[in-house]
């Protein structure tokens, strides 16, 4: 969805037995759905107010994730229309893919010269 269509429905998924800040875990989740195109350049954020409330968390949470995410440079706030994906983030995102993605065929042609089956891989990374 663009900024024409309004706020994206986007509710973050915390833990709170996890150790990780509150505030780590909203960026962390935002940042997911930016990677992962769930959220795009000029798509709306829920307001600190909204998502306060929806998560039950004080908003002082919700505003510090996002003052985060500014000086990251993935969103942008509008005083008074709201905060928005950067529309700079679409050439950041399809470079860390692109980085990822020679990471991971880097790991993969290191396992196999270690004799690891690429069939065997999945299991590697999910037993750690």
């Known amino acids: ?15 709170e037995a ?10 962390q989740e935002i940042e997911r759905a930016i990677v992962s195109s769930r959220m795009l350049p000029g798509d709306r954020l829920p307001t600190i107010r909204s998502l306060a409330i929806e998560l039950k968390m004080n908003p ?6 996002y003052a985060e995410l500014e000086l990251r ?3 942008k706030t509008q005083v008074g229309s709201g905060t ?3 529309s ?3 050439a950041d995102v399809e470079e860390r893919l692109a980085r990822i993605d020679e990471t991971v065929m880097r790991a993969i ?9 690429r069939s065997e891989i999945p299991d590697l990374f999910r037993n750690k």
């Open 84 to 86: 928005y994906v950067s």
């Open 88 to 90: 700079s983030v679409g």
């Open 109 to 117: 042609r290191e396992l196999e010269s270690l004799g690891v089956q």
């Open 73 to 75: 440079g993935l969103v």
């Open 18 to 27: 996890s150790g990780i800040p509150l505030y780590r875990q909203i960026i």
């Open 1 to 15: 969805m663009s900024s024409t269509s309004g706020e994206k429905k986007f509710i973050p998924s915390l833990d």
């Open 60 to 65: 002082n949470t919700i505003a510090k994730a």
